[in-house]
C-alpha cells in the first residue's frame, strides 16, 4: 500500500525556515518524480515545486524560486522541501504527491503558518 | 502560464441529479487536463486524467471530455458522497502546472 507521510510543518516567523519532509513507502520510490502542492487556509490548490526520480531535474512555481529547495533522498525514500525567506503568504497544508502529475496517491499534509 | 477558469463557482443540486462542471483553459492544452475532487479535511482525489480516463476505483458516474480549451466533468447522477469541490488541473504548459480556482458542488 502507497502511504506518503508528511511532516515538518508549524509556526514560524516572517523571513524564517522550515523543512518539510515527506517519507513515502509501498512503491519504488526512485522510480517516480514527487511533487509538493499547497492549498492556503480556505483557498484552491496550488502546485509548488516538482523533482525527478533521480533528483535531476527540478521545478519551481516562481513565487517560491530563490527561496524553496525541493530535493531527494532515494535511500531513505524521503522527499523534502527546504522553505527559506517565508512569507505571510505561504502560510498554507503542504501536501506531497506521487509523480510528476496526474497525482494518484497524496500524503495528508503539514502546516505552515508563518507569522509574527 | 496557462490560466484555468472553472465554472460556476457553486453548484447547488439535490442528489440524484446530474452535475456539469466547465473549465476553460487559456490557451490550448490539448487533452492534458485532470480533474480532482477535494471534500474537507481530506486530500484531493484524482479522478479522471488525460480529459476523459477515469483514475483506478473511480466510479462510472463520473465522467470527463473535452480537448483544446473547453473540458467538462459530468457527474451522472449525484450521490451523497460527491458533494465536495472539483478542481481541474492542466500539464500541458508547464513549469508551473496549474489548478482551476475550483467549483464547489453543495446540497441544494
Known amino acids: 500500500e502507497v502511504q506518503l507521510l508528511e511532516s515538518g510543518g508549524g509556526l514560524v516567523q516572517p523571513g524564517g525556515s522550515l523543512r518539510l519532509s515527506c517519507a513515502a513507502s509501498?512503491?519504488?520510490?526512485?522510480?517516480?518524480?514527487m511533487t509538493w502542492v499547497r492549498q492556503a487556509p480556505g483557498k484552491g490548490l496550488e502546485w509548488v515545486s516538482g523533482?525527478?526520480?533521480?533528483?535531476?531535474?527540478?521545478y519551481y512555481v516562481d513565487s517560491v524560486k530563490g527561496r524553496f529547495t525541493i530535493s531527494r533522498d532515494n535511500s531513505k525514500n524521503t522527499l523534502y522541501l527546504q522553505t527559506n525567506s517565508l512569507k505571510d503568504e505561504d502560510t498554507a497544508l503542504y501536501y506531497c504527491?506521487?509523480?510528476?502529475?496526474?497525482?494518484?496517491?497524496w500524503g495528508q499534509g503539514t502546516l505552515v503558518t508563518v507569522s509574527s | 502560464e496557462t490560466v484555468l477558469t472553472q465554472s460556476p463557482a457553486t453548484l447547488s443540486l439535490s442528489p440524484g441529479e446530474r452535475a456539469t462542471l466547465s473549465c476553460r483553459a487559456s490557451?490550448?492544452?490539448?487533452?492534458?487536463l485532470a480533474w480532482f475532487q477535494q471534500k474537507p479535511g481530506q486530500a484531493p482525489r484524482l479522478l479522471i486524467y488525460?480529459?476523459?480516463n477515469r483514475a483506478t476505483g473511480i466510479p462510472a458516474r463520473f465522467s470527463g471530455s473535452g480537448s483544446g480549451t473547453d473540458f467538462t466533468l459530468t457527474i451522472s447522477s449525484l450521490e451523497p458522497e460527491d458533494f465536495a469541490f472539483y478542481y481541474c488541473?492542466?500539464?500541458?504548459?508547464?513549469?508551473?502546472?496549474?489548478f482551476g480556482g475550483g467549483t464547489k458542488v453543495e446540497i441544494k
Open positions: 490557451q490550448s492544452v490539448s487533452n492534458y
Open positions: 509501498g512503491f519504488t520510490f526512485s522510480s517516480y518524480a
Open positions: 488525460d480529459a476523459s
Open positions: 523533482i525527478s526520480g533521480s533528483g535531476s531535474n527540478r
Open positions: 488541473q492542466q500539464r500541458s504548459d508547464w513549469p508551473p502546472l496549474t
Open positions: 504527491a506521487k509523480g510528476i502529475d496526474n497525482w494518484d496517491y
